[in-house]
Each structure stands twice: as structure tokens, then as C-alpha cells.
């Protein structure tokens, strides 16, 4: 029985949009006045985490569509406004479901043949650009995220 052509980027498709649905629960549990707290002076907020998320969605996006891009998101602790919260969440569920839809669309020869030059991070195809630098890079955060919460809330 053969695949569809795009049965690969669906699949990764819904898991970005699982992820994606993971991290916006725990955003949505920050209590507004502690949208800046951080657990140490060194460490991201939960601001800066959900401002780095988004920015790293559109940095995806800007290596899809060829643009020259540095070869990653940076963001320092305190750089992310917390009156912006609202923004940045609304953007990322936004930026969410558009992920996914660009995921699906692209053809699986494409994820394997595509390739990126991230510059000093080294040269990869699409299907890594997708699962390493941009899905683990949110997952990775999502439990930073998590851990927060066990430290503020509990």
C-alpha cells in the first residue's frame, strides 16, 4: 500500500500543532502579575519565553520562504515586555496553526532534499530544520516553562 505523498509532513504537521497546544496550556496558567517573574535574575521570564517562541516561529518561516536570516533567535532575560503578553499569545496560537499548515503542505521530497546553511550550527535538510531547530527548540522551552510553574506555583 503505497503512502500519500505528504503522509510524512501531515504527520509532523499534527505534532507541531500538539506541541503548539502544549505550550499555550502553560502559558495560559501565568497569572498576570507574574507574567515577567523568573526563578533567577539570569534565567528567561515567562514574557520572554512566549516572545522567543513567536520570534522563532517567524525565523522557521523566514528559512522557508529563502530569506537571509541570522542562524538563530536570540533573546536575553528581561528583553520581553509583559504588557505584550496578550500579543505574543494570540501571535503564537496564530503562528501555530500557520506552522501547521505550511508543514502539511510541503512535499516529502522537499523535508529530505531542501537544504539549510545555519551558518556556525552547520548545514541541514528541511525535516531537521523542522524538528531540531524549531519543534525541539519549543519543547525544550515548554519544559523550562513547566519547570517555572512547578517553582512559582507550588
Given at each position: 500500500?503505497?503512502?500519500?505523498?505528504?503522509?510524512?509532513?501531515?504527520?509532523?504537521?499534527?505534532?507541531?500543532?500538539?506541541?503548539?497546544?502544549?505550550?499555550?496550556?502553560?502559558?495560559?496558567?501565568?497569572?498576570?502579575?507574574?507574567?515577567?517573574?523568573?526563578?533567577?535574575?539570569?534565567?528567561?521570564?515567562?514574557?520572554?519565553?512566549?516572545?522567543?517562541?513567536?520570534?522563532?516561529?517567524?525565523?522557521?518561516?523566514?528559512?522557508?520562504?529563502?530569506?537571509?536570516?541570522?542562524?538563530?533567535?536570540?533573546?536575553?532575560?528581561?528583553?520581553?515586555?509583559?504588557?505584550?503578553?496578550?500579543?505574543?499569545?494570540?501571535?503564537?496560537?496564530?503562528?501555530?496553526?500557520?506552522?501547521?499548515?505550511?508543514?502539511?503542505?510541503?512535499p516529502e521530497r522537499d523535508l529530505w532534499e531542501r537544504r539549510f546553511d545555519l551558518g556556525r550550527l552547520g548545514k541541514f535538510?528541511?525535516?531537521?530544520?523542522?524538528?531540531?531547530?524549531?519543534?525541539?527548540?519549543?519543547?525544550?522551552?515548554?519544559?523550562?516553562?513547566?519547570?517555572?510553574?512547578?517553582?512559582?506555583?507550588?
Amino acid at each position: 500500500m503505497a503512502s500519500s505523498p505528504n503522509q510524512l509532513s501531515q504527520s509532523i504537521a499534527d505534532f507541531s500543532a500538539e506541541v503548539r497546544a502544549s505550550s499555550v496550556k502553560r502559558f495560559r496558567m501565568v497569572r498576570p502579575a507574574d507574567r515577567a517573574w523568573r526563578h533567577r535574575p539570569d534565567l528567561l521570564s515567562f514574557v520572554d519565553v512566549l516572545q522567543h517562541l513567536a520570534d522563532a516561529d517567524r525565523w522557521l518561516f523566514d528559512n522557508l520562504d529563502g530569506k537571509e536570516v541570522p542562524p538563530g533567535v536570540v533573546i536575553s532575560p528581561g528583553d520581553a515586555d509583559p504588557s505584550t503578553w496578550d500579543q505574543f499569545l494570540n501571535e503564537l496560537i496564530e503562528l501555530g496553526e500557520r506552522r501547521s499548515r505550511r508543514i502539511a503542505a510541503i512535499p516529502e521530497r522537499d523535508l529530505w532534499e531542501r537544504r539549510f546553511d545555519l551558518g556556525r550550527l552547520g548545514k541541514f535538510n528541511l525535516l531537521n530544520l523542522i524538528l531540531r531547530w524549531n519543534l525541539d527548540h519549543e519543547i525544550h522551552h515548554r519544559g523550562a516553562l513547566q519547570l517555572s510553574l512547578r517553582l512559582r506555583y507550588q
